[in-house]
């Protein structure tokens, strides 16, 4: 199980600890939120300096901890210029996204129906997210994409999803508003 050191590990683990068990999952989400918020402000709390390093090929997802009593995870995720995501959904877990370190363009996609595997989606509205800034995805509301727009600037990202998240569906466009779903595992990279 991850869980890597950092300057304000523990003072993260405690402060999670706390929001993930606030209540029903309006309340977690809220909480976990303005956890986020805070650290990121937190002068005392520094991410590895790994999470600063993007991939070439792929977007970077490094999990930083997991909670062996709660099962919710933190991810560190890097996008180097132009990185992004199809959309996509969390598999049912509520996730708080908050953006450390550049710009990222997040879009919200409204489910209008889906016939098997064909969903139709229509965009639901965006966000242009800097730093400092965080947001929640509650099932059934949860299908977005994320995308770095800078050519030339890297973008970091922190993630607490209310468990390990090993698998997504991405949604490729089909035809107008239409997509077909495709299961896709998750692979972490290493963050040491």
């Avoid at 002068?43 to 070439?56: A, G, K, N, T």
């Avoid at 949860?142 to 770095?148: G, L």
Wanted: some cysteine; overall charge negative; hydrophobic content about 35%.
């Amino acid at each position: 199980m991850p869980d890597v050191a950092f300057p304000g590990h523990d003072k993260m683990v405690a402060a999670l600890d706390a929001a993930v068990s606030a209540g029903d999952t309006q309340a977690v989400t809220r909480a976990v939120r303005n956890v986020l918020c805070a650290l990121i402000r937190d002068r005392d709390f520094e991410l590895p300096s790994c999470v600063h390093e993007p991939i070439s090929d792929h977007y970077a997802r490094r999990e930083l901890y997991r909670s062996p009593t709660l099962g919710y995870s933190v991810v560190a995720m890097t996008w180097g210029p132009g990185q992004g995501t199809p959309v996509h959904d969390h598999s049912g877990l509520w996730c708080v996204e908050g953006v450390w370190d550049g710009e990222l363009d997040i879009t919200q996609y409204e489910l209008l129906e889906h016939d098997g595997e064909r969903f139709r989606f229509r965009p639901g509205g965006g966000v242009q997210a800097g730093p400092g800034s965080a947001g929640s995805l509650i099932p059934p509301h949860e299908y977005h994409t994320i995308r770095n727009t800078s050519d030339a600037q890297v973008a970091v990202s922190l993630h607490i999803y209310k468990a390990e998240m090993q698998c997504c569906s991405t949604f490729v466009p089909a035809e107008g508003e239409w997509y077909v779903r495709s299961n896709r595992a998750l692979e972490t990279d290493e963050a040491a």
